[in-house]
């Protein structure tokens, strides 16, 4: 029996919810750690059966040696990268790819990944495409007299526009996920700002190639989910709204669908925005014929108008909000995107179509992080001695913490605690289950110098009331 | 300044030895070029071009890595069962048991007498830009360091924060971890000498140097 | 009896200066010679007189007899046992005795910025007719001293050298000519300020024009030492002396492969010392020399008042020549020939005429113009030339038809810019139609020169369509060929700084060889440069029928050269070429360290003087790219030597022409060629991780007795000697080239 095995080359809750996955398909799956994660809820779920050796021990999760040389020693056929880490680097899935021994990378083929990875390419395709995209430079920028004229023309545009205080923004086009990222609100200091950023670039990325962009202000944070095979199939699940963000740019609430008229104002035609959207990703999608699961980020401004932002090559965070409001025609259950991705990526058709997807609800999710939402979200360390909540029917709960025994919170990783998955018939449900839940989570920690944990419970407490609103 | 030298020599007479680990770096195939009880060379050379012994060999994804003793002494507990298998990385797979020389003693016995500035916290510390480019221009060089200087850098869940030094003002002695290394909470990271602690400890030197034989 | 004690001494001397020579004390029965001259000494006063002369009569039978058979038969290793006695005249010796009066410059003795190099400034006359008449000279040489250890055995310190620069260009200034005396076994190998190589190569870039006759004498020719103040228009060479390329042992341990601190084998440095071609008549026979002056049969020695006498008149005799030649020539002509004969025996007291040493304007250009001819002949003749394919024939037609289109449009054009301008028209116009004729064979022959390495073979999933990126011209560089493997690699940083293993594909493909994490450069085939730096397709060979031979008949050099050849498809160790950087044309050659490690011998130094020559004419930048050097060609002896003063010329007179000459140093960049035709660049770069100097740390530690520390001749530490003007990333080589000419070359790239 040729029985495909799962690397999964992550760790935290992804790795147990990538692990469920497996099992929910008859995949065996082999996880790996580092020391400092040995009592992490993903080895010990993995160290439970045992019939085979399941979690090896490697000297970092960054190294692509590690993982290679693990997969071999097990046998195993496939690699699912997770989200960070591995996840949209197509060096490393090309090599898995390329080896003499062949594995398969679970995520789009690296080409695709190499790309879209590069937001000036994905700029330009979505320039031909006739997609929109955040004015600005549509390729890397390298001499410093077209940087300025880029910048100056951005600014009288904005002012053409009657924008109040216009600014531009300055980024490493190598450069990803909020770094090497600088704004520029007049125009004589643009050039100090420039030759900043173009050092930073050219010493953390080895390009010093920058982008310009017009810096937006008041808008939504949208994503789009696709899933898509190997066989040239396209479908899409819908719409996110991950507005509610820390000031390091990172997500803490999310909501699906994007936007909910039935609930909230806006100054425009929700709907159609939402539509828009789909159709542009969907389009794109199918022009570099894309073969697994994808996020399309898109920024919509106050006045309705679309920008596409990037493209995440990967299974994100945040897809279980978008699996919960979905139900695909003559499943027996809730969708699980994770288990399409892996299936989609060892070769499988879809075996449905648009048609068959319907949608229904709200969902939430609040990410349940260690740290001070008061003092610029500086994260918390230490040991947590209680984790615990009340089941319910329309939550779940994905946390690599451990309820049964303390656990100390690595420092070298994201202090992340605990997903939280909320559905309701309707956002204001969705709102209420959410709150009532909140209500449920008890935490309790020791620092190292004896304080109380710190938590941002409190903080997507408040922010819940803020969901879906411009 | 309560230390009491005889004590001191008494005590690392009677624990001449230490036992360092060594552990697999990475995951892979291991292959042993040493035997139990085989005598083995640290790095040598004025600037320690030369490596120690060949202890074993950890091939992983076809690149034969050869792994050295970081210290001179003798093998003991090497793990023979794992010749020829695949290890996990931080598997221990042998000692070298290292006989402490006189250096060494005046190094352990100053430690003693320097101040200290520990790891707040258990992350990963760097030293600071400055003192990394004094010691990369001559590392034997005792650099002056004050109270209020910013000697070392915490990196913890990728933020960086600067640690400042606070003890009274002198030279700094002994850096006792790799800058990119994780530390764990209240190791020492540096030791200090105080400038008018300087004369003492050369005094103490010359009492080890003549006191104790190798 | 002071007589006797005296004549005794004498003896003793004569004895151990045969056992210096013979380089043992068993031959001949020397020692037991020896020995019964410091019994004689020993019992001086015992002895009958009668006897005592009687004694001293045979043993000095017996030495004369030695002499004779010694000088009869003499090897090269002997010779260099010669030049190496501590009885051989020296530079102080030539001071007191040739010239007339003497004042040291820039220091005094011991008290010296280096006391292995002496100046002075000096007179030297000549009689005619019974009257005395005297010239200044500027005496420039090296002192090796007996035996103090502040003269350091002749060895130039780099300050030594710069010395000898700054009184070099004191005696242009004053217009008197130059005497340099060459005693030295090879420059002080040291990096410090300012450096070895770099202050020979900026003595050799001085020497290629200075305004003034130089003259030169070798007794011991250590190659780059002796090149540091060596380049002359006449140069002299003692008949006992010798000029080599490299000490013999040194060449012994190279190619017996000797390990450091092992013992050599001596008959393998004999056996290289008469490979070496190093002998005053070896060197005059490769022209690599003018003129020989006799010596004693055994080496002149301190005493020698006689050979003091006759190196006086040649001196005087070379400096007139040099002198007449730019005068004109038939007075040349009729001074040099009544030399003819003359003086084999007996040096003639007077002179028949005074000549007066100064030169007007016309005649210094005239000097310098013989001087470049001179050096540029060096060599000639000791390459081989493979007959010209189609291409080549095309080629040359191209450079001759190009010459006169450029010389037309640089040089009448500027004055006669209308009427000129139809013929240029037609010219071009002519000239790009027959132009493209040429090239595309020249084409076809570079790709057949140039093979395509292999692409990594491309794992297709089975599965789904076209894979082909969406962007695909973008990501289609040339790939090397190292990146064929599926395995990993340890970057040498890593226990410095944490690198992680890198697999092969990615380090030898998209990372361009290089680290990361640290930035690392792993080494690259130079075919990597050939594609990556220059506009594609714009490369264009020119001069491959240039290529190395074996002029000096080494022993069993035949074989390894065929073997480089089949092996590289090359024939020799430089690669010249027409290329463009983002649309900018230049010349370029690149040593290239697969043959023969990149050394140079003639067949490299014709080629690089070459396409100097047509970056002038066709006024280009001209970029040298050191892919890796490991110095002169050893095999090539002194022939391979003087291409470093030959190919300084060229470049000298394309920089003043108003060149931009731009070096870029890769991997292992050692000896000669940086300490002459790179080094003298003023504008040099080094790519990082390379390394840069004049010799490798083992010459360093058996010539100095210092270890020098692993990274001693790294990149960095040439930035900060200031030997480099700065590092390049090998992925940034292709801009910052192209920064470079735009910024170094100004508006019009090229021209003043």
Request: charged share 25%; with cysteine; aromatic share 10%.
């Amino acid at each position: 029996m040729s029985r495909e095995r799962v690397l999964i080359a992550n760790r935290g809750e992804i790795a147990i919810r990538i692990m469920q996955a497996c099992k929910d398909l008859g995949l065996d799956y082999v996880v790996v750690y580092t020391e400092e994660d040995k009592s992490s809820l993903h080895v010990r779920l993995a160290q439970k059966e045992n019939d085979l050796k399941r979690a090896y021990r490697i000297s970092n999760y960054r190294d692509p040696n590690e993982i290679f040389s693990v997969a071999d020693q097990a046998k195993c056929t496939a690699i699912h990268p997770g989200y960070g880490f591995f996840a949209e680097n197509s060096g490393f899935a090309r090599r898995a790819t390329m080896r003499t021994r062949p594995l398969t990378f679970i995520g789009p083929r690296w080409e695709v990944i190499r790309d879209l990875g590069s937001k000036i390419n994905t700029k330009r395709l979505a320039k031909e495409l006739h997609i929109p995209v955040i004015p600005g430079s549509d390729r890397s920028i390298y001499n410093e007299m077209e940087a300025e004229g880029v910048a100056e023309e951005l600014f009288f545009l904005q002012k053409e526009q009657g924008i109040q205080h216009p600014s531009v923004l300055v980024k490493a086009s190598a450069g990803g996920g909020g770094m090497g990222i600088e704004e520029v609100s007049r125009l004589d200091t643009f050039r100090m700002v420039y030759r900043k950023i173009q050092n930073y670039a050219k010493r953390q990325f080895g390009d010093e190639g920058v982008l310009i962009e017009q810096c937006l202000r008041d808008y939504q944070h949208l994503e789009v989910q696709l899933l898509c095979s190997s066989h040239g199939e396209v479908v899409h699940f819908g719409t996110r709204n991950c507005t509610i963000q820390s000031t390091g740019r990172q997500k803490r609430v999310e909501v699906a669908p994007g936007f909910d008229p039935a609930v909230c104002k806006y100054p425009f035609d929700a709907k159609g925005v939402l539509d828009q959207i789909v159709r542009y990703s969907v389009r794109m999608a199918g022009h570099v014929g894309y073969d697994n699961i994808g996020t399309w980020e898109w920024i919509v401004s106050r006045d309705g108008s679309p920008y596409l932002m990037e493209v995440n090559t990967r299974i994100q965070v945040e897809n279980e909000i978008s699996a919960s409001i979905s139900r695909i025609k003559g499943a027996t259950g809730p969708t699980n995107l994770i288990r399409e991705q892996i299936r989609v990526a060892l070769g499988d058709r879809l075996g449905f179509t648009q048609d068959d997807v319907s949608f229904k609800g709200t969902s939430i999710e609040l990410r349940i992080v260690a740290e001070n939402t008061n003092r610029g979200f500086v994260p918390w360390c230490g040991t947590i001695t209680r984790f615990d909540y009340l089941d319910r029917p329309w939550a779940r709960v994905y946390s690599h913490v451990p309820r049964d025994i303390p656990y100390k919170i690595p420092t070298e990783y994201d202090p992340n605690l605990a997903l939280v998955i909320i559905w309701g018939q309707d956002t204001e449900q969705a709102k209420e289950r959410a709150r009532q839940f909140q209500r449920g989570i008890v935490i309790e920690g020791k620092g190292m110098e004896g304080e109380n944990i710190v938590t941002n419970l409190d903080y997507l407490y408040d922010r819940i009331g803020y969901i879906l609103q411009f | 300044m309560g230390i009491n030298l005889d004590d001191l020599l008494r005590h690392y007479r009677s624990h001449i030895f230490e036992d360092y680990q060594v552990k697999t770096p990475h995951t892979g195939v291991i292959s042993f070029e040493v035997e139990e009880g085989q005598a083995v060379e640290g790095p040598s050379g004025r600037w320690l071009q030369r490596p120690g012994t060949l202890l074993y060999i950890l091939e992983r994804e076809k690149n034969a890595k050869r792994i050295y003793a970081s210290w001179k002494g003798q093998v003991t507990g090497i793990r023979s069962e794992l010749e020829g298998h695949f290890v996990e990385a931080d598997e221990l797979v042998l000692f070298i048991r290292h006989r402490l020389d006189r250096e060494e003693i005046i190094d352990r016995i100053l430690t003693q007498m320097l101040t200290i500035l520990r790891a707040p916290q258990q992350a990963r510390y760097f030293l600071s830009s400055d003192i990394l480019a004094g010691l990369e221009k001559r590392p034997e060089a005792r650099i002056a360091i004050g109270p209020g200087d910013e000697v070392v850098i915490m990196s913890l869940m990728k933020r960086d924060t600067p640690i400042s030094y606070r003890g009274e003002p002198g030279v700094l002695y002994k850096v006792y971890f790799r800058s990119g290394d994780i530390v764990e909470q209240g190791s020492p990271l540096l030791g200090v000498c105080p400038s008018d602690r300087l004369q003492y400890m050369q005094k103490v030197i010359q009492r080890i140097r003549t006191d104790w034989e190798d | 009896m002071t007589d006797s004690g005296k004549l005794l001494s004498r003896l003793a001397d004569r004895i151990s200066y045969l056992i210096d020579i013979k380089g043992e004390s068993t031959w001949g029965n020397l020692d037991e010679l020896q020995r019964q001259v410091q019994d004689l000494h020993r019992s001086l006063f015992e002895i009958k007189e009668a006897e005592l002369y009687k004694e001293i009569d045979r043993i000095e039978d017996r030495v004369s007899f030695l002499e004779d058979r010694i000088a009869r038969r003499l090897t090269p290793a002997e010779v260099v046992n010669i030049v190496r006695s501590v009885q051989r005249f020296t530079l102080t010796d030539i001071l007191e005795n040739v010239y007339d009066s003497y004042t040291e410059l820039g220091g005094e003795g011991e008290c010296n910025i280096d006391p292995a190099v002496v100046v002075a400034r000096a007179t030297i006359s000549r009689k005619v007719k019974n009257r005395l008449y005297s010239h200044q000279v500027m005496v420039i040489g090296h002192e090796k001293g007996r035996g103090e250890e502040y003269r350091n055995g002749g060895c130039a310190r780099p300050w030594g050298n710069d010395k000898a620069l700054r009184y070099m260009l004191v005696a242009e200034t004053e217009g008197i000519p130059i005497h340099s005396f060459i005693f030295t076994p090879g420059a002080y190998p040291i990096e410090d300020y300012p450096g070895a190589a770099q202050q020979i190569a900026r003595n050799i870039y001085a020497m290629a024009r200075l305004k003034v006759p130089i003259v030169s004498f070798i007794s011991e020719g250590g190659s780059g030492g002796a090149e540091a103040i060596g380049l002359s228009d006449l140069r002299l060479m003692a008949s006992r002396g010798y000029y080599s390329v490299i000490s013999p042992e040194g060449a012994a341990a190279i190619e017996g492969k000797i390990r450091e601190g092992e013992k050599l084998p001596r008959d393998l440095v004999e056996h290289c010392a008469s490979q070496l071609k190093i002998t005053a008549s070896d060197n005059l026979k490769l022209g690599t020399i003018d003129r020989i002056v006799e010596e004693p049969p055994l080496g002149a020695r301190r005493e020698d008042y006689g050979f003091f006498r006759r190196l006086r008149y040649e001196m005087v005799r070379a400096t007139d020549e040099v002198v007449l030649r730019t005068k004109n020539f038939r007075a040349f002509r009729a001074y040099a020939l009544k030399r003819q004969g003359e003086e084999k025996v007996s040096v003639p007291e007077d002179f028949d005429l005074v000549i007066n040493w100064n030169l007007t304007e016309l005649e210094i250009e005239r000097l310098l113009e013989l001087r470049s001819k001179k050096y540029r002949e060096l060599g000639k003749g000791f390459f081989l030339k493979k007959s010209r394919g189609l291409g080549q024939k095309f080629r040359k037609a191209k450079a001759i038809a190009s010459k006169g289109y450029y010389e037309l449009r640089y040089g009448l054009l500027r004055l006669h810019h209308r009427n000129v301008q139809k013929v240029i028209e037609e010219v071009s116009g002519e000239g790009s139609v027959f132009f493209k004729k040429v090239a595309e064979p020249v084409r076809a022959a570079y790709d057949f020169v140039f093979p395509q390495p292999r692409r990594p073979a491309k794992v297709i999933r089975p599965d789904g369509p076209d894979r082909r990126s969406i962007f695909a011209e973008e990501w289609e560089p040339y790939v090397s060929p190292l990146a064929n493997e599926d395995r990993t690699v340890t970057c040498p940083n890593a226990s410095k700084y944490g690198c992680m293993d890198l697999w092969v594909p990615d380090l030898y493909g998209e990372l361009c060889g290089v680290c990361p994490n640290c930035g690392h450069h792993f080494p690259l085939e130079y075919q990597w440069y050939l594609k990556n730096l220059f506009d594609k397709g714009s490369v264009q060979e020119f001069n491959n029928h240039i290529a190395s031979g074996n002029p000096l008949g080494f022993q069993g050099f035949d074989e390894r050269l065929r073997r480089d050849i089949r092996r590289t498809g090359r024939t020799s160790s430089i690669i010249t070429f027409d290329a463009r950087v983002f649309g900018i044309r230049l010349v370029v050659a690149m040593l290239i360290g697969s043959f023969r490690g990149g050394t140079v011998g003639t067949a490299e130094g014709e080629k690089f003087v070459r396409a100097c020559d047509i970056a002038r004419t066709t006024r280009r930048p001209f970029l040298a790219y050191v892919h890796t050097t490991g110095g002169i060609r050893i095999q090539e002896g002194t022939l391979g030597v003087v291409q470093m003063p030959k190919c300084t010329i060229a470049v000298r007179e394309y920089i003043e022409s108003g060149g931009l000459y731009i070096v870029v140093y890769d991997n292992n960049s050692y000896a000669g060629p940086v300490a002459s035709f790179l080094g003298c660049s003023l504008y040099q770069f080094g790519i990082r991780s390379s390394r840069i100097g004049f010799a490798g740390p083992r010459v360093i530690r058996e010539t100095t007795g210092k270890n020098v520390p692993p990274d001693y001749h790294s990149a960095k530490n040439a930035l900060k000697r200031g030997h480099i003007q700065g590092i390049w990333d090998r992925r940034d080589f292709r801009k910052n080239l192209y920064e470079a000419l735009t910024t170094m070359g100004g508006h019009n790239l090229y021209y003043r």
